[in-house]
């Protein structure tokens, strides 16, 4: 995995039923016009008004309200578990050439600007390939990031339905040579406010001083309401 050239992970916006969803296709270019059928993903609410969230707001969203996986730990993890924090999900795989490790570096900056508040940050990675991704091998790589990031993952059967409930896309793409396989994914992420209510859906390339700024209002209103 290693040779697949980091150009062409890339991060698009494809349009299925209604739904936007973003996709990273980490050996190949994704189809600018809409690549996989039957891909579902984030719905997006309207616009938020300037001078508002720079993510796309997603208050009072009916999916991302469970979720139940195991943590590098062996710890069963629940949504719950990070009430009083503002959450970012994302759902990635450690093999991912540019998109999965640039989103957990930008949010490991976020926290470092921050400062004491990004004590309230929470960086949750669950991963899409378990089958190569064990506990050891999330606990390295998001540590490396951030000591306070937590990797989640299960079975197939369970990371299937973490991603129906978030609505996130994902599929096993074989490598040019046969030998193995990446992943194509939705590339973005899922901001949840202190009170465990999903807000905001991040997409890839937003920007660290956006997402920085859009951190800050949710710490600041202390709840979801």
């Known amino acids: 995995m290693r040779n697949i050239k980091s150009s062409l992970a890339l991060a698009c916006a494809l349009t299925v039923g209604g739904a936007s969803v973003f996709l990273a296709g980490c050996d190949r270019r994704a189809d600018s016009t809409g690549a996989t059928a039957g891909a ?33 730990d062996g710890k069963k993890r629940s949504l719950a578990d990070f009430k009083g924090k503002v959450v970012f999900v994302f759902f990635g795989f450690t093999q991912c050439p540019e998109v999965c490790p640039t989103t957990m570096a930008e949010l490991a900056e976020v926290k470092r600007r921050l400062g004491k508040d990004g004590d309230r940050v929470q960086g949750v990675f669950i991963t899409i390939d378990p089958e190569r991704d064990t506990a050891e091998v999330l606990k390295a790589y998001l540590t490396g990031m951030d000591p306070s990031f937590i990797g989640l993952r299960g079975s197939l059967d369970e990371v299937n339905a973490a991603s129906r409930e978030f609505k996130v896309f994902y599929q096993k793409v074989p490598t040019q040579d046969g030998k193995g396989y990446t992943m194509d994914h939705t590339a973005g992420g899922f901001v949840f406010d202190p009170s465990g209510n999903v807000r905001l859906f991040v997409r890839y390339g937003l920007g660290i001083d956006a997402l920085t700024s859009d951190i800050k209002q949710l710490l600041a209103s202390g709840s979801g309401n």
Not at 57 to 64: H, K, R, S, W
């Open 40 to 72: 579902s993903g984030p719905v997006a609410t309207a616009p938020a008004p300037s001078g508002a969230f720079k993510s796309v707001d997603i208050t009072g969203a009916d999916y991302a309200k469970q979720l139940s996986l195991t943590d590098f």
